[in-house]
């Protein structure tokens, strides 16, 4: 089980980090904005991220070579989930959720307030959120 209040104390505020040329620190452009990953892990057997994401950004769709877990630390988001290109399921994000898409499986992430989350995804994956389907 995981105890939200000890991965809430890991907040920091976006205003309040030094960005230096570091492997550990990724910044991602997507639209609406950017973001950054503080890669926490990273292994042949999972690649473990935290990110924050400002409001307005969007993740669009896209899949992985593996299972992918998003946990919602703060703030709130919808994930849509695809089948075939159609919309499955959109599941909304609040602190304390959790959601696992299955290797291959179509999602995007559209971030409604400023939000941390926490991506895992087993088994690891290079330069994680990388590793998109098409990627080599």
Not at 7 to 18: A, P, S, W
Not at 24 to 40: A, P, R, T
Not at 107 to 126: A, E
């Amino acid at each position: 089980m995981v105890d939200l209040t000890k991965l809430k104390k890991l907040n920091i505020e976006l205003d309040k980090i030094t960005l230096e040329p570091n492997k550990e620190i990724v910044e991602y452009m997507v639209d609406g904005g950017k973001c950054i990953g503080f890669n926490l892990l990273h292994n042949l057997d999972i690649s473990i991220q935290k990110a924050f994401m400002p409001k307005g950004t969007d993740f669009p769709r896209h899949s992985h070579r593996a299972t992918e877990w998003l946990l919602q630390i703060s703030g709130e988001a919808e994930l849509t989930i695809y089948s075939n290109g159609d919309i499955e399921d959109i599941v909304s994000m609040k602190p304390g959720s959790m959601c696992e898409i299955p290797e291959g499986k179509g999602h995007s992430y559209k971030v409604l307030s400023n939000s941390w989350l926490i991506g895992i995804t087993m088994p690891g994956i290079k330069a994680y959120p990388g590793g998109y389907i098409g990627d080599e």
